[in-house]
Every structure is written in C-alpha cells, then in structure tokens.
C-alpha cells in the first residue's frame, strides 16, 4: 500500500492547515484505521489522530479541540485539520495505516507498517 500525504506548509500561529493522506495498492486492501503522527525535531514520534473504519476517533491530548481527523472510504483518504495552531505543532507529520492486505483470494496479512512520506508543518509565532 501506497500513501501519499500532502497539505503541510508555513502558517503562522492560530491559522489553519489542511492534511491529506490517500492509500492505494495494486492489490485488494480493507482499511482498519488511518492514523496521523508527528515528530519534531530531537522528539519521539507522536499519535495525533486516528480513525478507525467505524468512524471511532482518538487524539493525543496536546490538540484535543483544535484538530479534526475525517475520511473519505470510498477514495481511501484521511484528512487532519487543523485549527488555532501552536508553534510547538511544528514538526513533520506523516500518515498510517493499519490495513488488511490480500495477496491473493484467499491469503492476506494484517499490517500496521506503512507510512507516508511525510509532510512538514511549520507555525511560526
């Protein structure tokens, strides 16, 4: 599975900030959950959001009431926006998936390990 993020870019503090993140594959996937994390610089990766297939949402404390997490099902794609930024949001964010891939009609692997490229978000105060 392929994911390709877009939307990050230089705001400046309370602004707004739209990511993409849309999956695709040459084989048969079912998307469990898609996930945004960030990692700034010197800093662990983090979990910002997440989405499960259900619509089930979960965010990291730090950007409770200003980020929102959606998806599109049928194009595969989850969104982040995000609202009244903070210069210590500031950090490359990068999408997740947990999915189930299959190989063939009747094999598949249930996999959490692809990531996208990575998309840079910079608030400046």
């Known amino acids: 599975v392929q994911l390709q993020a877009s939307g990050g870019g230089l705001v400046q503090a309370g602004g707004s900030l739209r990511l993409s993140c849309a999956a695709a594959?040459?084989?048969?996937?079912?998307?469990?959950?898609m996930n945004w994390y960030r990692q700034a610089p010197g800093e662990k990766r983090e979990l910002v959001a997440s989405?499960?297939?259900?619509?089930?949402?979960n965010y990291a404390e730090s950007v409770k009431g200003r980020f929102t997490i959606s998806r599109d099902n049928a194009e595969n794609t989850a969104y982040l926006q995000m609202n009244s930024l903070k210069p210590e949001d500031t950090a490359v964010y990068y999408c997740?998936?947990?999915?189930?891939?299959?190989?063939?009609?009747?094999?598949?692997?249930?996999?959490?390990?692809?990531w996208g490229q990575g998309t840079l978000v910079t608030v400046s105060s």
């Open positions: 997740n998936i947990d999915v189930r891939e299959y190989y063939s009609r009747s094999y598949y692997l249930d996999r959490s390990d692809y």
């Open positions: 594959s040459r084989n048969t996937f079912i998307v469990n959950a």
């Open positions: 989405i499960r297939s259900d619509g089930t949402t």
